[in-house]
């Protein structure tokens, strides 16, 4: 039975729900062996007539014995192509028939085993060009691959194969050419290799040059009509959003300026478009089109974590409320709708509702005239909804125009045109609340946990809002507790209990991140020693004892064949930049110098890829630059436990300080104190905000505001 025709939230908890305990191995007449998975991504497949294995031993074991290749199918829960390619394919009694009788077939949930797919999408791109998911792979038992393909209909059509083809052309070569395989395969690997030996050499790169460099390359790509960088399909791209601003406000000048503005109007053209949730809030996946208006629809955690951190430099860099608002957006609609229970942050909700894209999020305008009566036709100029609608006869909500030119334009009141249309969309989000809701992922993943503890402490401090700052050690706090094996390894992802799987440097490395970002909200010195702690155990876990290189999989953790690339920005930030970073902040915070040339060791293997391809590093980039330059340290004395304590805490947040270090001292009793140490100079203590804000004025004659362009 498929789950697209129904509500999938449901279908998933039905099977999570039947009683294993009585099941053959293999999941007997109804079921497949992803029966018994805990994952989402894997439970859809469960009721397929495919003999799906999860990726184990047994897997491996048969596909030897019987000397059968195997088809490894790499997805996730929310991926809209996957439900496609199942639907089409494996969902089909005659493609199970086949894939039953010539392949051993394992099904990968790319969430959970996030190293699993990097060696294999690096596959995937070395031999097409290109990759994506589905990503299907056919490989041989001792896992060396031969052949990548993403999505492929049943049947060919316009002159491709489609994957009946394929499946008997290859089960065809295994038995007639077997010669051919191990020749592809014997290829790949030595391919692989190859690229790795020619990383060049790991002499540091020209921080400047490097930067200028990544700098030309977003001038050339960004689109100065919509924001955002290329063109169809458009990702957000936080990272370079989050670098341009960070060149502005080390460098508020001219050039510094043009950076700033090209973040700015890109945060404002996604805000205005369909790929933002104007009435749920937050951000789906990307858009297909060039203008933010048709977006895929699924809504990612990650995406969430790092765009509000974003906003949040914005809002810092520029003093406007438009940014505050947006981060705010955010975290209401994580709070709302990826929240668990436990207070941790689940992964993902679906593209799809009962079996089609975004069904869940657009509208006909009959619908919103019938809901909102005499304000409809307000509603409707102001979020451009038309009987034609602007996505397949219906309406993708929109705001192409900013309410205050807006209410300009129509002679409006802003403020009460304002209060009218939020109250319009609370009673259409009330309407649409009522609707099968798309699947939410309910696995919780360290290092996506560790993005979203790490934006909402940032932000709590520096949007006075304790309130963000519970809901970070509230998520931290389950990681630390349920994700955390008896021997204090960190697991990967959680669902119904911790999963088998040891965290990657990812995991680590976002996870202490978000603790050190906790700790200067708080002052807590408790969230520094969980990140000190944590930070031992990855230099255990993921550096070389002899060259000080790190891996992105622990050495007590299964390997893949071979190491395929460096590590690099991508949907989610560089983890050996969010190593050094955590490193560089680790050294410092506890003056241990030599963690300084740890973080360095983190980024030597990825020199020469700075150096060539900066726009794929600016994470490292970031660090290589603290790294040529001593911190503003702040240091906290005395109880910092208190109202006045955060208040103090907030100012100095706001304050247009780069680089900044927070240290607590350990001197106790002693009356609250911050002494602010920069550019090889003391300054004589304070104890309020205030002093502090006229330190700032009177040392420095800035101007203290969050949009001062002064930076120390």
């Excluded at 805990?38 to 859809?44: A, E, F, G, V």
């Excluded at 919509?226 to 502005?248: E, T, V």
């Excluded at 914005?314 to 957006?329: D, I, K, N, Q, S």
Aim: glycine share 8%.
């Amino acid at each position: 039975m498929s789950h697209t025709s129904q509500n999938s939230a449901a279908y998933i908890a039905t099977l999570m729900a039947v009683d294993k305990s009585n099941l053959p191995t293999d999941g007997g007449e109804r079921f497949n062996r992803l029966i018994f998975a805990r994952s989402p991504y894997l439970l859809q497949h469960a009721e397929n007539p495919v003999n799906w294995y999860e990726w184990g031993v047994a897997a491996f074991d048969r596909a030897r014995s019987e000397n059968l290749p195997i088809l490894l199918s790499i997805g996730y829960a929310t991926c809209h192509w996957c439900h496609v390619m199942a639907h089409e394919s494996f969902e089909d009694q005659e493609v199970a028939a086949l894939l039953n009788r010539h392949f051993v077939c394992i099904k990968i949930d790319r969430e959970e085993r996030p190293d699993i797919d990097d060696f294999y999408m690096a596959v995937a791109q070395m031999m097409t060009g290109g990759g994506g998911w589905p990503l299907n792979i056919f490989m041989t038992s001792d896992k060396h691959p031969f052949m990548a393909i993403t999505y492929l209909p049943k049947r060919g059509r316009g002159g491709m194969n489609g994957l009946m083809e394929l499946l008997g052309n290859i089960a065809t070569l295994w038995r007639q050419r077997p010669e051919m395989i191990e020749r592809n395969c014997q290829g790949i690997m030595a391919a692989l290799e190859d690229a790795r030996q020619h990383q060049g050499d790991k002499s540091s790169p020209d921080t400047m040059a490097a930067a200028e460099k990544a700098l030309q390359q977003l001038k050339r790509i960004y689109d100065p009509k919509n924001g955002g960088f290329g063109s169809a399909p458009k990702f957000p791209m936080p990272i370079y959003l989050s670098w341009l601003i960070g060149q502005y406000l080390s460098h508020p000048h001219p050039e510094g300026e043009g950076a700033l503005n090209m973040a700015l109007h890109t945060l404002r053209q996604m805000r205005s478009g369909g790929i933002w949730d104007h009435l749920g809030g937050g951000l789906h996946r990307y858009s297909v089109d060039s203008s933010w208006l048709a977006p895929h629809f699924e809504k990612m955690l990650y995406d969430q974590a790092m765009l509000a951190r974003v906003t949040t430099e914005a809002f810092l860099a520029t003093g406007e409320p438009f940014y505050r608002t947006m981060t705010e957006e955010i975290f209401a609609f994580v709070g709302r709708e990826l929240q668990s229970a436990e207070g941790a942050f689940c992964s993902a909700l679906d593209a799809d509702s009962e079996g089609i894209e975004g069904k869940f999020y657009v509208w006909e305008k009959r619908e919103i005239d019938a809901c909102l009566g005499p304000d409809a036709e307000l509603f409707c100029r102001y979020h451009a909804v038309t009987d034609e609608g602007n996505f397949e006869g219906q309406t993708i909500l929109t705001a192409p125009v900013a309410l205050n030119i807006f209410c300009q334009q129509q002679r409006l009141n802003a403020e009460e045109t304002g209060k009218l249309l939020e109250l319009c969309r609370s009673r259409l989000l009330e309407q649409r609340e009522r609707r099968i809701r798309p699947l939410r992922d309910d696995k919780i993943i360290t290092s996506w946990n560790g993005l979203m503890i790490s934006a909402l402490a940032t932000a709590g401090v520096i949007f006075n809002k304790p309130e963000y700052i519970i809901r970070a050690a509230r998520a931290a706090h389950f990681i630390l507790h349920s994700l955390r094996r008896a021997d204090g390894r960190i697991m990967r992802s959680y669902l119904n209990g911790a999963s088998d799987v040891p965290a990657f440097l990812e995991d680590y490395a976002f996870l202490t991140g978000g603790l050190l970002d906790l700790f200067e909200a708080t002052l807590d010195r408790n969230w520094l020693t969980e990140a000190r702690t944590l930070a031992e155990e990855l230099l255990r876990l993921f550096r070389h004892p002899v060259s000080g290189d790190f891996t992105l999989t622990g050495h007590d953790a299964e390997q893949m064949p071979a190491r395929v690339s460096s590590d690099h920005d991508g949907v989610t930030p560089s983890a050996l930049s969010r190593t050094a970073h955590l490193l560089y902040r680790l050294a410092w915070i506890d003056d241990r110098p030599g963690l300084l040339d740890s973080a360095r060791k983190a980024l030597a293997g990825i020199s020469s890829e700075i150096r060539d391809n900066p726009l794929g590093h600016l994470g490292a980039l970031q660090v290589l630059s603290l790294l040529e330059n001593q911190p503003a340290i702040a240091t906290f004395t005395g109880e910092t436990d208190t109202t006045e304590a955060f208040a103090l805490n907030v100012d100095l947040h706001l304050a247009p300080i780069k680089n900044l270090i927070l240290r607590r001292s350990d001197i106790q009793p002693s009356p609250l104190s911050l002494s602010l140490c920069l550019q090889g100079t003391c300054y004589p203590t304070v104890s309020t905000a205030d002093e502090l804000n006229r330190l700032l004025k009177g040392r420095f004659e800035l101007r203290f505001a969050s949009g001062s362009s002064g930076m120390i």
